[in-house]
Each structure stands twice: as C-alpha cells, then as structure tokens.
Nanobody
C-alpha cells in the first residue's frame, strides 16, 4: 500500500522559511517521480516542483524558482520542499504526490498517489 505523509506546515510570517517533508512508503522509489502541488482556497491545484527519485533531476514552476527547492533523501525515503522568503500568496495546502516513470510531469492528473496535505499559512 502506497502511503505519502506530509509534515512541516504551519503558520509563519512573510519572509520566513519552511521545509516540508513527504515520507513515502510502498513505492519502488527508483521508478517513481515525486511532486509537490498546492491549492489555496478558491483556486485550482497548482504545480510546485517535481523530482526524479532515481536521477535527482528536478523541475520547478517558473514563478517559484529561486525561492522553492525540491530535494530527496534516499536513505530516509523522504522528499523535501524548502521554501524561502515566503509570501502571503504562498498560503495553501501543500500536497505530495507520486507517479510511476521518469517524466517530470507538472499536471496533477499524471500522478497516481497523493498525500493528505499540510497547511502552510503565511501572515503579512
């Protein structure tokens, strides 16, 4: 059974940093791509970043490059999202997702597995 468990969300002030974690189990990690998405109230789900677990190749949303970084720790079966210089518009529920294969897809429809999400709230 595939399980993705996000953690690390919280309430922070503008300019602060947070690191989200996604602990994964039940996957053949070398053959999956992991992604981060977010969804703010009233908005559609938005792609944040993806990483090929095997190669470490990454792809990030252009609007977030320079502030958000995705990485993984193979030994801990965990994917991270480092978020710096947070802004109020970053407030959303952040979801971890997984898809088989090697393509760094940015559309959620291509991801088979999803976590429950973790809330990030940035105050001004």
């Amino acid at each position: 059974q595939v399980q993705l468990r996000e953690s690390g969300g919280g309430l922070v002030q503008a300019g602060d940093s947070l690191r989200l974690s996604c602990a994964a189990s039940g996957l053949t990690f070398s053959s999956h791509v992991m992604g981060w998405f977010r969804q703010a109230p009233g908005n559609e789900r938005e792609f944040v970043a993806a990483i090929n677990w095997s190669s470490g190749d990454t792809y990030s949303a252009d609007s977030l490059k320079g502030r958000f970084t995705i990485s993984r720790d193979n030994a801990k079966n965990t994917v991270y999202l480092q978020m710096n210089n947070l802004k109020p518009e970053d407030t959303a529920v952040y979801y971890c997702a997984a898809r088989p294969g090697s393509g760094l897809a940015y559309e959620g429809v291509h991801y088979n597995y999803w976590g429950q999400g973790t809330q990030v709230t940035v105050s001004s």
